[in-house]
């Protein structure tokens, strides 16, 4: 199987990047009521007194650190996730923004996404939040049935979650819903019905995920009952495309469904391998130099990384990211856009020649991962959407 690795003995470790790429802010606030069963990001139960004032102070502080990684570069969009941010009340994230706006060079129009849980905002919150210059907010609704919300550990119910949404449309005219679909005990009648009550809404963005068991959760050590079948979630997946095309929303990315123009912008950059300062506990960051791309890992207890970025000594990760891996980085995130991207996008974003992957693009074309190449385009087939691990792993070097 030698062919299917990238094995150029061309790659060399010094890169040659004729632009940097749009950047990106990535604000990580790490507390939630309670944990999911099903997730896997760095979250934690909130303690009885919540640090907020602390830690953002550690926030400015981090983003201050960090400046001469990104000094003079204009940041296109501000995601804030977590967690749960909408825990952090208006106040403290307008100081927060604040001090990006005093410290970086945000651009006018740039998008600024907070996330937030149904069950932990009110009408203060929601309008807060519009009103400090926050345009895009994104609801971890994943079901308005409230028997499959008790199976997934939320701390909210269908009509919460109604109401929350009810709020934003008052404040908020780019509102993104987040849905998981293949539940335990979950049909496909179920899936229609919240696929109805989310379209009622006339949001802009739909984000549909397959529930899965990934590892270091309480999901993966003790599995749910009743999960349904391959067959079933493909079924189940076909519907959510097929619905949400009918009312107006594309697909775009393998779990994102927008409205024209209505994309989420800062997602987008990431999946275009654009750079993205990380701030937070448990952060990451890609930087982009004219010669190298750095990879950063911020501390992931919050109690440890507000401890040690006071002495600089939060970054437990700062790595030159090497050439010969940088494919199968690039292809990570290109690849889960469904209308694909231009060859000389990868060139880019990689300073690396295209001829380094073209054999591996022949092989993956073959297998039927990849449409043949017209214009310079590289799309994923429906195949390779599907059986994205195994397209991926033809680019991973040896």
Not at 294 to 306: D, E, G
Request: hydrophobic letters at 35%.
């Amino acid at each position: 199987m030698k062919n299917d690795k990238i094995q150029d003995p061309k790659i060399k470790s010094m890169l040659n990047l004729t632009a940097l790429p749009p950047l990106s802010l990535y604000v990580h606030i790490p507390w939630c009521v309670k944990k999911c069963p099903y997730c896997d990001f760095n979250s934690h139960n909130q303690p009885s007194s919540l640090p907020e004032d602390q830690y953002i102070n550690c926030l400015i502080s981090d983003l201050e650190q960090s400046l001469p990684l990104i000094w003079g570069r204009s940041v296109n969009s501000i995601f804030i996730g977590g967690g749960t941010p909408s825990l952090f009340s208006p106040k403290s994230i307008e100081r927060l923004l604040q001090a990006i706006r005093s410290r970086t060079n945000l651009s006018p129009l740039a998008e600024i996404t907070i996330e937030a849980n149904p069950g932990t905002v009110d009408n203060n919150h929601i309008q807060g939040y519009s009103q400090i210059g926050v345009n895009r907010i994104s609801f971890g609704i994943q079901s308005f049935n409230n028997k499959h919300l008790e199976i997934l550990g939320r701390v909210h119910n269908s009509p919460d979650a109604i109401k929350a949404i009810t709020l934003a449309k008052k404040f908020f005219d780019n509102i993104n819903l987040d849905i998981i679909y293949a539940l335990p005990e979950q049909k496909e009648t179920d899936l229609i019905a919240d696929l109805k009550t989310a379209l009622s809404f006339e949001t802009t963005h739909l984000s549909c995920y397959n529930l899965t068991l990934e590892p270091n959760t309480a999901f993966y050590a003790t599995p749910p009952k009743y999960l349904p079948d391959n067959d079933l979630c493909y079924a189940m997946q076909d519907i959510i495309v097929d619905t949400l095309a009918k009312n107006g929303l594309n697909r775009y990315e393998i779990s994102a469904y927008a409205r024209n123009n209505r994309q989420c912008q800062h997602n987008i950059n990431y999946w275009q391998f654009g750079d993205y300062l990380g701030i937070g506990a448990g952060s990451h960051s890609k930087l982009s130099f004219s010669d190298k791309i750095i990879r950063q890992i911020r501390q992931k207890h919050p109690q440890n990384y507000m401890a040690k970025v006071v002495k600089n000594e939060h970054i437990i990760e700062d790595k030159i990211i090497d050439a010969k891996e940088l494919p199968f980085e690039f292809m990570l995130n290109a690849l889960r856009l469904i209308d694909g991207f231009h060859t000389s996008l990868f060139v880019e974003r990689t300073g690396l020649g295209l001829s380094i992957i073209l054999p591996v693009l022949d092989i993956a074309i073959r297998k039927g991962f990849i449409k043949p190449i017209r214009d310079g385009l590289i799309i994923p087939t429906q195949t390779g959407q599907d059986f994205q691990n195994e397209l991926l792993m033809l680019f991973l070097s040896s």
